[in-house]
Nanobody, 121 residues
Framework: QVQLVESGGGLVQAGGSLRLSCAAS????????MGWYRQAPGKQRELVAS???????NYADSVKGRFTISRDNAKNTMYLQMNSLRPEDTAVYYC???????????????WGQGTQVTVSS
């Protein structure tokens, strides 16, 4: 069994900062790409940022320069440092990972349960 557990969400004023964490646990052989997605009420889920196992990153235009994604491969943990938060960043933030549970299996995609981020104006 594989679990992705997010933490670090909460309520913050505009201009403030939050740091999200995503810990992957269970039967994990390797993790390829990890990413943060978010979904605001009435909107589709969208990619916020992603990071490969080698550290290559990708960001949505709306968060470039404000958010930083990172990961600790030894701990199977990913982070999202969010600075200069805006009310439009309010959403449920989800952790996502492509990983193998055995060396001989294909990669499968997993989701966390989500953590709420609310930015007040």
């Amino acid at each position: 069994q594989v679990q992705l557990v997010e933490s670090g969400g909460g309520l913050v004023q505009a201009g403030g900062s939050l740091r999200l964490s995503c810990a992957a646990s269970g039967s994990i052989f390797s993790i390829k790409t990890m990413g943060w997605y978010r979904q605001a009420p009435g909107k589709q889920r969208e990619l916020v940022a992603s990071i490969t196992s080698s550290g290559r990153t990708n960001y949505a235009d709306s968060v470039k320069g404000r958010f930083t994604i990172s990961r600790d491969n030894a701990k199977n943990t990913m982070y999202l440092q969010m600075n200069s938060l805006r009310p439009e960043d309010t959403a449920v933030y989800y952790c996502n990972a492509d990983l193998k549970t055995r060396w001989y299996t294909d990669e499968n995609n997993y989701w966390g349960q989500g953590t709420q981020v609310t930015v007040s104006s």
